[in-house]
């Protein structure tokens, strides 16, 4: 089955930095999100992605199916951005969209 | 609009007792998941329903689960007996075909079996 990486498995940062996470998959995908899991456990939608770029507010994600990665920027980080994030797709491409699959994840910890 | 509202928010329960998860998805959606978060594991889904029929159990780790969807407007998911090994965090997730099937989770139910 195809497989998600992301990378790096835990950053540090201190308030104001800039960071750039990864997610590499094993396959052709048709549909990517992006996940915040807060502190509080709570999973958040960030974005949905399956190509292309998007942009929140201080976070943007760029997916380049054709090469098999999406990347999630965040500027200038908050505290408030501290948790996990996820990136998700599905476990069969043209399946479900919602039966995704997740990596590991990325523990982020910003620092006053 | 209301999310995907899960209850209860935390269950502490003995082993061999009967726990059930209460789900309700987000209106409109026509599809609906449970999954399951652990340290070792990660999130993994364990059900999936497409208005109201489940359509994929291959998750569901042995028969003391099981999952049921009544009516689009809720579901449950069920263990019994309960173990020590069950417990984590149990999330309900929803989507829609006609929304870009962009998924939706619910609070989550941090079950412990003691």
């Known amino acids: 089955g195809i497989q998600v990486e992301q990378s790096p498995p835990d950053l540090i940062l201190q308030e104001g930095a800039n960071s750039t996470l990864r997610c590499n998959f094993s396959?052709?995908?048709?549909?990517l999100q992006w996940f915040h899991q807060n502190p509080w456990g709570q999973l958040i939608n960030l974005f949905y992605i399956p190509s292309g770029t998007k942009q929140n507010g201080r976070l943007s994600a760029t997916t380049v199916a054709t090469e098999r990665y999406s990347l999630l920027y965040i500027s200038s980080s908050q505290t408030t951005d501290s948790g996990v994030y996820f990136c998700?797709?599905?476990?069969?491409?043209?399946?479900?969209?919602?039966?995704?699959?997740f990596g590991k994840g990325t523990k982020l910890s910003v620092k006053p | 609009d209301a999310g995907v509202i899960q209850s209860p928010r935390h269950e502490v329960t003995e082993m061999g007792q009967e726990v059930t998860l209460r789900c309700k998805p987000i209106?409109?959606?026509?599809?609906l998941f449970w999954y399951r978060q652990t340290m070792m594991r990660g999130l993994e889904l364990l059900i999936y329903f497409n208005n109201n029929v489940p359509i994929d159990d291959s998750g569901m780790p042995e028969d003391r689960f099981s999952a049921k969807m009544p009516n689009a407007s809720f579901s449950t998911l069920k263990i019994q007996p309960s173990e020590p090994r069950d417990s984590a965090v149990y999330f309900c997730?929803?989507?829609?075909?006609?929304?870009?099937?962009?998924?939706?989770f619910g609070e989550g139910s941090r079950l412990t079996v003691l």
């Open positions: 396959d052709s995908v048709n549909n």
């Open positions: 998700a797709v599905p476990l069969n491409y043209g399946g479900s969209q919602g039966n995704l699959i």
């Open positions: 209106s409109g959606h026509d599809y």
């Open positions: 997730a929803s989507s829609s075909r006609q929304n870009t099937g962009e998924l939706f």
